[in-house]
């Protein structure tokens, strides 16, 4: 309510009687000496608070309704300046009084949203001073319209000097005909006749005597006879000119700007303001009398006069328009009459010259709403006289009727100017009268449309636009009064449309802090007219409040992803900014418009030459280089690749890609195990000993002199290339503070500077330039050597852009979790799951200098075959900066790796054997691990696979002289330890610059890809606390391709096998594209040997073709000391030759699978893993491992040393393929079969046992004649079979509880055995339950005779039959048994036949 | 056209005028920021509009000038917004529900999240052919 009251006072202020001001030049001579007019003067005292003090002023009605006036108010305006200024007048005044505002606030904070919607929150106005200022400076340049008749003067006040010479009233009536009346006065439009001419003498106190005032007062009273009561003498300048009295009046408040031509209200020139500021020579008694005259005027002059007129108005218009008869008049003859295009009574076309006037224009604007005016003197005119007399006097319910009647009229008319005026009125009536608000905002919308349907109709005039602007004005501040900000919103909007850049820009921005106001704000909206608004604002050039609506609007836009709104915005923010010269706040603006893939080239081009010469011209002003944030090109921050060398250092890139879990591995297998336990024994201060991968948590670390690498993804996201040079890490570095001091922090890279050379920076990085082609994408690699131990920042990455532009770009990478010390970590992104706190900086910890080993590898070729043989030199360099020793070697024991060693190494183990010299480690290891026997092949016996390597120790020139002698020994065996085998070089050291080449074997047990992955420990030759050894882990990625897959079979109990031996049945299948050649089948095996005389075919030079497959047979053996667990090597001339390389890998194939259960989970396959994971305890799992490696140690080792077979010249490609731990599948040496009726019919009534005759046939498989032992009747688990070769071989009766049956010698003997039967048997044997053959034949084939009797018909399963044999011939001793397979047989009960 | 997310974040922008295909080249795009402004001025409307209807086809929720801008919301609260000169409501009514049976089966793809642009060209094609079908 209060909002609404200030809107009531504000129109009361606008809704009050207009005083029109004729001075003579005299008096107007004497004011000025206060730099004020007359009007100006008296303009203060026009506020009446108290009219006739508490009791006011009783005023007469036309209708006779009781209303006392209480407080009034009166508008003084000098005579002349009482016109409409020109409209482009106008405009130009009103852009100045904006652009004043605008300057006023242009150093103040733009207001955020927020601020924004809490003002709004508030129902507080929004905070734009320079609209209330705008808003206030138009409205009153609106006042004096010729369609309206409030601004018309009711009263003139003729003022000449008290000293006047000569008839007074002719010098009023001189006066008032010489005067510079108002332009539409004196085109009639402006009411002249019924103005109360108000006489006034003016006494100047500072140039007339009291003599003079005495003589006025003596005129004055003469005057009075002849002109009435409306005569005054006024006193003013008694003052002395030094300044005004305390407690003036403001007149520096009612005071307004002057435009070119005057008019407003004011004149053309404010007069001079005098030294003692406004109203110096006034007293005292001059305010006291100035307040008196204006009360007199008021309530002795004017009240009356506009009573009195106001009825007679009210006469006229009842007498012409109101009653029953008039208005059906008027409803009859209106339309005949406005057919007359207004030449008729009711409207005249007053046209230009209701503008009237000299100078004021304002009638050049009129237009096409001339037509629509109020004619003078018509009945019109008259209402609207009427209706805003009784305003002006309070009397609402008169003015709102007649304002009614005058619409009708006028619509009626389709004279929409006078319509729309009549409208606007109402409105303010219905406000003032505190109608309802519909009311008042119907008829003021009713306004905006009627005015802006002027313009509609002609372009050309823009009065309707105006005055329609000031309707919206007027009716969105009654509706924010009353809280409906959304039809204030679209009242604005409407009213924007037809105005000119500036107006239009202040509506829009009014309209979008009404939708702030809205509950819930719409601030989407807001921002959308906001821009709006400073499209306007910028398109009529108010800078600043074009930049402030942007401004206010960019918290709307942000990180909402709308790419073009955000441009637009950047884009004329910037450009705003460069105009205004701040080309620093325009680099960053237009720097945001970089980033823009969606844009085309020429857009691209050109936001990027812009966005050059902006930042040109800021250097230029800074004088110094600007480090930007660039959006260009992209720098991957959240996910760089870090490569450091701390603990660990990577020899190769393949390092880089096997998994973690594999060097950890490697690591715990290099942990030295012999090393004196620093805490105790116990598990749990285990944790204290230093061990190899423990570092400091999360703490990353390097060595001085050695770089530390970032790979940063640059990405080109435009279409134009990108020249990005001196790219660079933006590093700093903390020195190793000394003790109980600080130490210095030295910084590069940030300052766009110059490549850091030298100690005293603590580091040194190394630059890059790369150009980016449109849409690339690549990884730089760049570098940062520590030059001194403490601690080194790298911060991001900064580069130089097309040679202009410094960017810079700051790593956002989550906070690593614990690693090792100098692991290599690919830091990830930060998901939005896991906020994870960033950091700021990857730092590192800088060691002192350190060993650095170096490792290489030579002659592997990237691809091989599976199984193939190669051999290559490994190579070690120590690079560090201090000599290094104690190397030892980790590689995962079933990844086929071999380290030879000096002149020991690329011999074959054949030739070493019969050389008699040392054999190798590997050659040694084999020996003892049993291997049986070898077949050699044709012609390739004893030849070495490949070329021996280099064994020796090939060490730089400086230290060529100081050869280890210890290299050219044999290497000890290696260790296995935790899933890996371990080399150790425990004597070798290497200093700086040295290096050593050794022979390393290797073989790629199966296809596919796989990495040759080996790990080294060394320690530093002087042990450091921080630093005690290092690991150089280096892989090498292989492909293997298939070559000869092989399976295998050993079976027993053949026809032809010897005793004790099996067959051997390998079945091979080439799967490469060319043929190979098996050069040998070898059996690997404690208990059986290759037979030497064996009658199958050879597979010696058997060639496989591509894709083919063979099988070879061969014989095996007892070996002859396998009884006692001899395990025996028997070579020869026949046996394949194997180097000792391949003989070594051989050995750690067969260890690798012997023990792959217990391989850490890294070193094992994947399905392994998984099997143990899903299936096994630990428990079980330990208990299979047992079973399985007791299992491999009986098994036999199948290997197939094979060849391909290549052109000659060409080095021969050899290999191996080996199936370990093929087990045996045994088969009897007797065949045994029981034969018999399977159907049968007896009598059991005729004969109570059924005899059935059987057939058991026996056949010796072997070569060797056997004891066979039959035995029937034997239940299952009444005892073992009884050995034949035991003396119980004997026949004898078996005795009754064995179920045995007596000899079925009689029948009496049958009748007493089945007396004696159990009574569950279905069946008994009958005759010789124990049958024994001494001797059967090799191949010989024995036929049983047997029998049995059954009690009962039925089913009859005969599966109590066992067979026992033993060879005892030469050994070995063969004994076994079996049963005899089931024989089934149905016995039926056979029906007598009828007597 | 304009699919909005949460957050006000368009997922899926696309000029279905007839004028599109064709590169102005320079700063032609002057009504391209306007049609933006509108756009996502609109989403006031929609979320006023959606307190007041139970059906996902909103209609048209806001104006300017000429320009109107019908909605389509759905039970995420994703938003599809078309600006149009005043076509037939039932034609918009349909084109969106074309577009909603597309934009799920993009939803049905696992590595697709609500927040995520839907950038797959199949789906701009067949978006600009239920235009062609519906507008032209």
């Known amino acids: 309510m209060e909002r609404l009251q200030i809107i009531k006072a504000e129109l009361q202020r606008s809704h009050c009687p207009a005083v029109m001001v004729l001075a003579h030049p005299q008096v107007e001579a004497a004011c000025n000496l206060n730099g004020l007019t007359l009007a100006e003067l008296l303009r203060p005292f026009g506020v009446i608070r108290q009219l006739n003090g508490t009791v006011g002023v009783p005023v007469r009605t036309p209708a006779e309704h009781p209303l006392r006036l209480h407080s009034w108010r009166l508008r003084f305006y000098t005579a002349e300046t009482m016109f409409q200024p020109a409209p482009e007048a106008a405009d130009e005044y009103l852009r100045g009084v904006l652009s004043a505002a605008a300057s006023e606030v242009a150093g103040s904070d733009v207001p955020d949203l927020q601020e924004l919607l809490d003002c709004a929150a508030r129902r507080e106005d929004p905070p734009c001073p320079w609209y209330r200022r705008y808003r206030g400076e138009f409205l009153r340049l609106l006042q004096f319209g010729e369609h309206e008749s409030l601004d018309h003067p009711v009263a003139c006040v003729l003022a000449l000097p008290a000293d006047q010479p000569g008839d007074l009233p002719a010098a009023f009536a001189a006066l008032w005909r010489h005067a510079a009346l108002p332009p539409l006065m004196q085109a009639g439009v402006m009411e002249s006749a019924g103005v109360l001419r108000h006489h006034v003498l003016v006494h100047d106190g500072a140039s007339q005597g009291p003599e003079v005032l005495v003589a006025a007062r003596e005129r004055l009273r003469t005057l009075a006879g002849s002109l009435g009561s409306s005569c005054q003498l006024l006193s003013i300048n008694t003052g002395s000119g030094q300044g005004p009295p305390p407690g003036h009046p403001p007149w520096v408040d009612l005071l307004h700007g002057c435009l070119p031509g005057g008019g407003g209200g004011e004149a053309a020139q404010r007069v001079a303001v005098p030294a003692g500021g406004l109203g110096a020579w006034l007293s005292g008694a001059d305010l006291s009398s100035l307040a008196a005259f204006v009360q007199e005027l008021s309530v002795r002059c004017l009240l009356p006069h506009m009573e009195t007129r106001l009825r007679a108005l009210n006469a006229q218009v009842t007498t012409n328009r109101k009653g029953l008869k008039n208005q059906l008049k008027s409803l009859l003859w209106r339309k005949t009459a406005s057919a007359d295009a207004g030449s008729g009574p009711g409207t005249s076309a007053s046209g230009s010259g209701s503008g009237g006037g000299a100078g004021s224009g304002s009638g050049s604007g009129s237009g096409g709403g001339a037509a629509s005016s109020l004619a003078p003197g018509s009945v019109e005119c008259q209402m609207r006289q009427l209706s805003d007399l009784a305003l002006l006097l309070g009397d609402y319910e008169t003015a709102t009727s007649t304002l009614r009647l005058l619409a009708a009229d006028t619509k009626a008319d389709r004279g929409f100017k006078a319509y729309a005026g009549a409208l ?276 990353l670390s390097c060595c001085v002199g050695e770089a530390v690498g970032v790979d940063v993804v640059l990405h080109n996201p435009l279409h134009l290339h990108l020249h990005t040079t001196r790219l660079r890490l933006a590093c700093t570095c903390d020195p190793q503070p000394p003790a109980g001091g600080a130490g210095e922090r030295s910084a590069a890279g940030e300052d766009g500077g110059q490549q850091q050379q030298g100690s005293q920076q603590g580091f040194q990085v190394y630059e890059e330039s790369v150009t980016l082609q449109a849409g690339e994408r690549v990884t730089v690699h760049l570098r940062v050597v520590p030059l001194r131990p403490g601690t080194l920042h790298v911060h991001g990455v900064a580069w130089l852009l097309n040679g202009t532009a410094h960017g810079t770009a700051t790593f956002r990478t989550p906070h690593p979790p614990p690693a090792r010390r100098g692991s290599s970590a690919r830091l990830p992104a930060d998901t939005d799951a896991a906020p994870a706190p960033r950091s700021a900086a990857i730092s590192l910890a800088v060691l002192p200098p350190m060993p650095r080993l170096e490792v290489s590898l030579a002659g592997l070729p990237p691809t091989l075959l599976a199984g193939e043989v190669v051999c290559c030199s490994m190579r070690l360099r120590n690079s560090g900066a201090m000599t290094l020793q104690h190397l030892t070697m980790a590689a995962p024991a079933n990844a086929g790796i071999r380290l030879g060693s000096g002149a020991a190494n690329g011999l074959p183990a054949a030739q070493q054997a019969a050389g008699g010299g040392a054999a190798s480690p590997a050659a040694a290891q084999r020996s003892s691990g049993g291997v049986a026997e070898a077949e050699a092949a044709d012609g390739n016996g004893g030849t070495s696979p490949c070329p021996p390597p280099s064994a020796s120790v090939s060490a730089s020139a400086s230290a060529s002289a100081s050869l280890p002698p210890h290299l050219t020994q044999a290497l000890p065996p290696p260790s296995l330890r935790r899933g890996a085998a371990v080399f150790q070089l425990p004597s070798v050291r290497l200093g700086v610059g040295q290096e050593v080449t050794l022979p390393v074997w290797y073989r790629a047990a199966h296809a596919g890809a796989t990495h040759l992955v080996v790990a080294w420990r060394y320690e530093p030759l002087v042990r450091l606390d921080t630093l005690s050894c290092r690991t150089a882990r280096f892989a090498q990625a292989v492909q293997a391709l298939p070559s000869l897959h092989l399976s295998a079979r050993l079976a027993a109990g053949l026809a032809g096998c010897a005793l004790g031996g099996c067959l051997l049945q390998a079945q091979v299948h080439n799967c490469w594209d060319e043929g190979l050649q098996v050069a040998g089948l070898a059996c690997h095996s404690t208990k059986w040997r290759l037979c030497q005389s064996s009658s199958l075919n050879s597979a010696g030079s058997l060639l496989v073709a591509p894709d083919a497959s063979a099988v070879l047979h061969r014989q095996l053996v007892v070996t002859e000391g396998a009884a006692a667990g001899q395990a025996q090597h028997s070579g020869g001339a026949q046996a394949p030759a194997m180097s000792a390389g391949e003989a070594g890998l051989l050995e750690a194939s067969r260890q690798a699978a012997a023990m792959a259960p217990a391989a850490p989970k890294h070193l094992q396959p994947p399905a392994q893993q998984q099997q143990q994971q899903q299936w096994h305890s630990p428990q079980q799992q330990q208990q299979q491992r047992h079973k399985r490696q007791q299992q491999d140690a009986e098994g036999a080792d199948v290997v197939v040393v094979w060849q391909v077979a290549g052109r000659a010249g060409t080095p021969t490609r050899r290999g191996f393929t080996a199936l370990h731990g093929q087990r045996l599948h045994a088969a009897p040496p007797i065949d045994v079969q029981l034969r018999g009726a399977a159907s049968v019919a007896h009598d059991f009534e005729a004969a109570p046992l059924c005899m059935l005759p059987l057939t058991l046939l026996l056949r010796n498989t072997m070569a060797a004649p056997a004891a066979v032992c039959v035995e029937l009747g034997r239940l299952p688990g009444e005892g073992g079979p009884v050995p034949p070769s035991l003396p119980t071989w004997q026949p004898r009766a078996s005795p009754l509880t064995d179920g045995g049956a007596a000899t079925p010698s009689s029948g009496s003997v049958l009748l007493a055995a089945a007396a004696a039967l159990p ?77 | 056209m304009v699919i909005v997310g949460a957050n006000d974040v368009p997922l899926y922008e696309a000029d279905l005028s007839a004028k599109s295909s064709t590169d102005a080249g320079g700063r032609e795009e002057r009504p391209q920021y306007l049609y933006h402004f509108v756009l996502h001025a609109a989403l006031d409307a929609v979320e006023e509009a959606e307190w007041h209807s139970n059906a996902m086809h909103l209609g048209v929720v806001d104006r300017f000038n000429n320009l109107q801008v019908s909605a389509f919301t759905t039970a995420a609260h994703v938003k599809f917004l078309l600006l149009h000169d005043g076509r037939s409501d039932d034609l918009v009514k349909s084109f969106f529900r074309d577009v909603y049976e597309m934009y799920l089966r993009v939803m049905l793809n696992p590595f697709h999240t609500s927040t995520s642009k839907i950038t797959a060209p199949l789906f701009h094609q067949k978006v600009r052919q239920l235009a062609r079908n519906y507008f032209r």
Not at chain 1, 430 to 447: D, I, Q, T
Not at chain 1, 641 to 670: I, M
Not at chain 1, 1370 to 1388: D, E, F, I, M, Y
Request: with cysteine; aromatic share 6%.
């Open chain 1, 1319 to 1395: 009574p569950v048997r279905q069946h008994i044997w009958c005759g010789r339950t124990r049958v024994t053959l001494p001797a059967v034949a090799p191949g010989g084939v024995v036929q049983v005779p047997l029998s049995v009797a059954v009690t009962r018909p039925g089913k009859l399963s005969l599966a109590d039959c066992h067979v026992s044999w033993h060879f005892a011939g030469q050994p070995p001793h063969v004994s076994g048994s079996c049963r005899v397979p089931a024989h089934h047989c149905t016995v039926l009960a056979a029906v007598p036949a009828l007597p």
């Open chain 1, 424 to 699: 606007e009125a109402l409105g303010a009536a219905a406000v003032l009268s505190g109608a309802p608000p519909s009311e008042a905002v119907s008829s003021y919308r009713e306004a905006l449309h009627r005015y802006s349907q002027l313009s509609q109709a002609n372009p050309r005039n823009r009065e309707g636009v105006r005055y329609a602007t000031r309707a919206a004005l007027l009716v969105s501040a009654y509706l924010r009064a009353l809280g409906q900000y959304g039809e204030a919103n679209t009242a604005l909007m409407k009213a924007h449309f037809q105005e000119d850049n500036l107006r239009a820009g202040l509506l829009l921005e009014q309209a979008a802090h009404c939708l702030l106001a809205l509950s819930p704000p719409h601030t989407r909206k807001f921002a959308f007219n906001l821009v709006l608004a400073g499209l306007r604002f910028d398109m009529s050039e108010q800078r600043e409040l074009s930049g402030r609506a942007y401004t206010q609007v960019v918290g709307v836009y942000a990180g909402r992803q709308w790419a073009l709104i955000e441009e637009h915005l950047s884009d004329t923010l910037g450009r705003q900014a460069r105009e205004g010269g701040d080309a620093t706040t325009a680099v960053r603006h237009y720097m945001d418009m970089l980033y823009c893939p969606h844009n085309n080239l020429y857009c691209q081009n050109l936001y990027l030459q812009q966005f050059m010469d902006a930042l040109q011209q800021a250097q230029a002003q800074l004088g110094f280089p600007l480090v930007l944030p660039l959006p260009l090109p992209q720098v991957s921050c959240e996910r760089v690749g870090l490569q450091h060398d701390g603990q660990t250092c990577y020899c190769s890139v393949d390092a880089r890609q096997v998994e973690g879990g594999v060097w950890a591995a490697l690591d715990s297998a290099l942990q030295p195990t012999a090393e004196p336990q620093q805490g105790g024994s116990s598990w749990l201060e285990g944790g204290s000993r230093p061990r190899l991968a423990d570092g400091d948590a999360g703490a």
